[in-house]
């Protein structure tokens, strides 16, 4: 089995609030990250493919098309947005680097059909990331 | 699952040097790494801690708490510190990055409880580094 792995970048704004929870409790669980201007990040998203090279081409999958799919599915709803407001796959949910990781796992599961989809690593800065294998699954 | 990774450093000196060999076998497996002054790194500590986000936060660990746990716990212990002289650690065991990685894991593993932790990854040089899950049965 070989992994694939490309890489993209985005830079987008966010900032953490909860309706579940009360202005007081979300100032005090989130702090500076609850001020409603937000503040932005330049995601790296590094995503796997795993798969058996094609005997013909010696290729997983067309790099190509994979460029397009990441371009189309991630690049033009994240990049240089404002998550909260202007990411409807993240409506309704607080955009932590955990819950942008599953969102993007849903945006590209269904897209990727030579090889399979392994895992996504999505880093918010170069000090903290998040692994995502899909929904119930674990490394 | 959502695996959640967070970057730490700190520097150290150790000294690679076995009281259960003799000093030519000392000389001959640890070579200069056996240097009776020390030696030190910077290293590029990871930890990983594994679970399903809170629905309410969206948040597998609050952040600011496992950084001040990893503050507190390891980087105070062994940021700028001599990690041979560490009596509670290496007092039987040579202070290799491998025992220093496992040491780590379990005090991590013992003393938080916020969060699974899953692994911990430590980089001793840019072109070393040692990942450590637990036995088997740890993380199950």
């Known amino acids: 089995m070989i992994y694939l792995t490309r890489k993209i970048e985005f830079s987008a704004s966010h900032y953490y609030h909860s309706p579940a929870l009360s202005a007081e409790e979300n100032r005090r669980l989130f702090g500076k990250l609850n001020n409603p201007h937000g503040h932005g990040h330049n995601y790296m998203l590094e995503v796997t493919v795993a798969g058996e090279p094609d005997p013909v081409t010696g290729m997983v999958l067309d790099l190509k098309e994979l460029k397009e799919i990441l371009q189309h599915e991630v690049m033009e709803v994240f990049d240089h947005k404002f998550i909260n407001e202007q990411v409807p796959v993240l409506a309704g949910q607080v955009p932590t680097t955990e819950n942008i990781a599953r969102a993007i796992w849903g945006l590209l599961a269904g897209k990727i059909t030579r090889g399979r989809l392994h895992h996504i690593r999505l880093y918010e800065t170069p000090d903290l990331f998040v692994d995502f294998y899909g929904d119930g699954a674990a490394r | ?140």
Not at chain 2, 28 to 55: F, M, Q
Not at chain 2, 60 to 75: G, H, N, P, Q, Y
Not at chain 2, 91 to 120: Q, W
């Open chain 2, 1 to 140: 699952m959502i695996y959640l990774t967070r970057r730490y450093r700190f520097s150290a000196s150790h000294r690679l040097h076995s009281l259960r060999l003799s000093e030519p076998e000392n000389q001959r497996i640890y070579g200069k790494c056996s240097n009776p002054g020390g030696h030190g790194h910077n290293y590029a500590l990871e930890v990983t801690v594994a679970g399903e986000p809170d629905p309410r936060t969206g948040m597998v660990v609050d952040l600011t708490r496992l950084d001040a746990f990893v503050e507190k716990e390891i980087l105070e212990r062994f940021d700028l510190s001599y990690l041979n002289d560490d009596r509670d650690c290496f007092a039987e065991k040579v202070p290799t990055t491998e025992n220093l990685c496992m040491e780590i894991y379990h005090r991590l593993r013992a003393g938080f409880g916020d969060a699974s932790v899953d692994r911990v990854r430590l980089e001793e040089t840019s072109l070393n580094s040692f990942t450590y899950r637990g036995e088997e049965g740890d993380n199950a």
